[in-house]
């Protein structure tokens, strides 16, 4: 029988943030692509994303790790579709 194994847990606060950048992008490629759809604006939430991944990228530059520790709850807020929450900034 072969073990199941836990996906690899980030190492470092630079790890987990550009683990959750490369997440969040994802999610931002996924609402860029409802854009074209009649009677749907994803402009707002792709520029809440736009804004947190460019923030994200200039903590990451900045090696503050206060910054990179808000940058990452920030980027840590943006669910999955099918979760319930759509996005939505935990606490």
Known sequence: MIAA????QAVNLMDALTRQ????AVIGERYSSLGGMPG???QPVIRSIDRA???????AASGDPQTIIR?????EGF????TGKIWELKP
């Open 21 to 24: 950048i490369a997440r969040v």
């Open 79 to 82: 669910e999955e579709w099918g």
């Open 71 to 75: 940058s990452l709850r920030n980027l």
């Open 5 to 8: 194994t836990a996906p690899a």
């Open 40 to 42: 749907v604006d994803v």
């Open 53 to 59: 991944l460019e923030t994200a990228h200039e903590a």
